[in-house]
């Protein structure tokens, strides 16, 4: 069975909170209904995003989604926990699933939007995936999903995209002209984070290589040394015998 360790920033905060919500949810909810609210979510989002070019009022919608998102994403493990009717394996499987799905609708949505470029959505969504997918490698070994990197997690990351909605409701969406022709804030902050996701990656992906290449050294050598004790054992026993035999021998005669 894997556990869990979040080392985001709004833990403090976030856990009591869901915890609360969940102790509050009617009977009749369940974690299955809360992992497709939390999908819908996502789809509401996206689709807002992409409808944007209409309107900026369908930010709010985007915002909204976001919170759905949340509110289901974060809850149904929390309720199947609280009510104690944990499906481990299933929920694993459900979760993962409904989170690419999730990131999938919401950065399509975004590339599709006035507010970022589709290129620059795709390379999102890239490292967004990379970091799941190594996540899910390591746990293979660790039996720990580990959900944040440098305090940085799902919640932050919607988060950041709710204020930037908020400042293009506020301001006006605006753009940088770079020898990679038009950009917006978002595609320059989604570029400096997909490489520093991208040396990070790489770091931690050789630090891990290191550490299973030493344990598996160190545990050839205990098995080789458990071996050759084994071995000495089995030698001492058989001369033992062989020395037992022959003062019954002597003693016979």
């Not at 493990?77 to 799905?101: C, K, S, V």
């Not at 400096?192 to 040396?199: D, K, M, S």
Request: hydrophobic letters at 50%.
């Amino acid at each position: 069975m894997l556990s869990r360790e979040n080392t985001s920033w709004v833990i403090p905060v976030e856990r009591p909170l869901v915890a609360w919500l969940a102790a509050r949810l009617p009977p009749a909810v369940k974690p299955d209904h809360l992992t497709l609210l939390g999908f819908v979510g996502a789809l509401l989002c996206g689709i807002a995003y992409g409808m944007s070019w209409l309107s900026l009022d369908l930010l709010w919608i985007a915002s909204a989604g976001l919170i759905i998102n949340w509110f289901g994403d974060s809850l149904d493990g929390t309720l199947a926990r609280f009510r104690r009717i944990e499906r481990p394996r299933y929920g694993f499987f459900i979760d993962n699933m409904t989170d690419l799905l999730s990131q999938l609708c919401i950065f399509l949505g975004l590339g599709a939007s006035p507010f970022m470029r589709f290129d620059v959505a795709c390379l999102g969504l890239a490292g967004f995936y990379m970091v799941s997918f190594f996540n899910l490698i390591r746990s293979i070994d660790t039996r720990v999903i580990k959900i944040g990197f440098y305090g940085i997690g799902p919640t932050e990351i919607r988060l950041g995209f709710i204020c930037y909605n908020f400042s293009l409701l506020a301001i006006g969406p605006w753009s940088i002209e770079t020898p990679f022709g038009s950009m917006s804030p978002m595609d320059v902050i989604v570029i400096i984070t997909i490489a520093i996701v991208l040396i990070s990656s790489l770091a931690m992906a050789w630090s891990e290589g290191r550490r299973l290449a030493k344990q598996q050294w160190l545990r050839k050598q205990v098995m080789r040394e458990m071996k050759f004790a084994l071995a000495e054992f089995v030698e001492a026993k058989l001369q033992l015998a062989s020395i037992v035999r022959r003062s019954s021998s002597s003693g016979s005669e």
